[in-house]
């Protein structure tokens, strides 16, 4: 049989219309159209300020169906709310959808980072960066510079083995 929106009634189809916010125009709403138009013509016109612009400026308000100022108020027109993202294109959904996901993940980011570090730097990080000339007689260093060639080389071996073993995502101190 007929389906639920094949409008079997005589005037259904013109309340469902209604209901979805879409709804007839007038020939009073195109006279209105027309009357903005030319309006929008005009402004254009006056910027622009080219020869053919006035030229079709006077052709379009030389429309003689068209109502004059006084009975044409766009306060009287119905309004109607109307969604520009409902005439949008699957593509242009998609991707307004991805930058809306983007920025999202930017400011969770921005948030992110103001969180991941509370305190100041770590004990290791203070050592590290700790002038030299305060450092050069502390036990670490003497013990580095008595250190033989063959013992330094083995530590750096020993650091990169360790390294290696933690695999390709490992932290590096520097």
């Known amino acids: 049989g007929g389906g639920a929106g094949a409008g079997a009634g005589g005037g259904g189809g013109m309340v469902e219309a209604v209901a ?61 709310s109307f969604n520009p993202q409902a005439l949008e294109s699957a593509a242009a959904k998609k991707r307004r959808a991805a930058e809306e996901r983007v920025a999202e993940a930017k400011e969770e980011m921005k948030i992110k980072a103001k969180k991941a570090r509370a305190g100041g730097s770590t004990n290791a990080e ?12 502390s036990a670490t260093v003497q013990d580095k510079l008595r250190r033989s060639t063959g013992a330094q080389h083995r530590a750096v071996r020993k650091h990169l083995d360790g390294m290696r073993r933690q695999g390709k995502h490992a932290k590096r101190r520097r």
Do not use: C, H, W
């Open 20 to 80: 979805r916010g879409a709804r007839i125009l007038t020939p009073r709403d195109f006279a209105l159209i027309a009357k903005l138009k030319a309006k929008k013509a005009a402004e254009a016109a006056s910027k622009k300020g080219g020869k053919r612009a006035k030229v079709e400026t006077l052709e379009i308000n030389s429309d003689s169906d068209a109502p004059s100022d006084d009975d044409m108020d766009p306060t009287l027109a119905p309004q109607v």
């Open 126 to 137: 203070k050592r590290r960066n700790k002038n030299f000339m305060m450092v050069r007689k």
